[in-house]
């Protein structure tokens, strides 16, 4: 395990307005905010055609493939997850969620691309002081969050 403190800085409430995307939308504004750490939790709703990865193809190949589900139908949507920043300084967010409708359940990871219907609201808890860091990793391929 690897571990930093922190404390929170700045607090940003947004509101998505519809056709804005996850998570390219949050990591545009973090860019214009100059914000490189947060917490990040999001509660609205998801177009049809929004994506998903919502596991690996196998289990540890060689290569990681990631499995991508497209949603069907306008889904409600909750997720949570952190904005840290890449080698190049670039804000990355990591934002698992979960999408409904009707009774069936979706879970995964946004970096697919999940397009906001009607209203996405996004609560920003800005961390200050961790110097945490998304590095590449040469045995998964994935940019993981490194402490050290």
């Known amino acids: 395990m690897q571990y930093r403190e922190g404390r929170i800085g700045r ?3 947004l509101r998505l307005e519809e056709g804005e995307r996850l998570p390219d939308t949050i990591e ?3 860019r214009a905010q100059d914000l490189q750490e947060a917490m990040v939790i999001y509660v609205g709703g998801a177009r049809d055609g929004s ?3 919502v596991g690996p193809d196998a289990g540890r190949p060689e290569a990681i493939v990631p499995l991508v589900h497209t949603l069907t139908g306008i889904q409600e949507v909750l997720g949570v997850g952190t904005l840290f920043p890449n080698e ?3 804000p990355v967010l990591h934002l698992h969620a979960a999408a ?3 009774g069936r359940a979706t879970v995964g990871c946004s970096r697919a691309g999940v397009d ?3 209203v996405g ?3 920003l808890l ?3 002081g961790t110097q945490a860091l998304r590095r590449q990793d040469p045995n998964t391929g994935f940019a993981l969050l490194s402490l050290t």
């Open 11 to 13: 607090i940003f409430v």
């Open 28 to 30: 545009a504004f973090a």
């Open 51 to 53: 994506r998903l990865v």
């Open 88 to 90: 190049a300084g670039e």
């Open 100 to 102: 409904g409708r009707e």
């Open 116 to 118: 906001v219907w009607l």
């Open 121 to 123: 609201e996004v609560i």
């Open 126 to 128: 800005e961390l200050v």
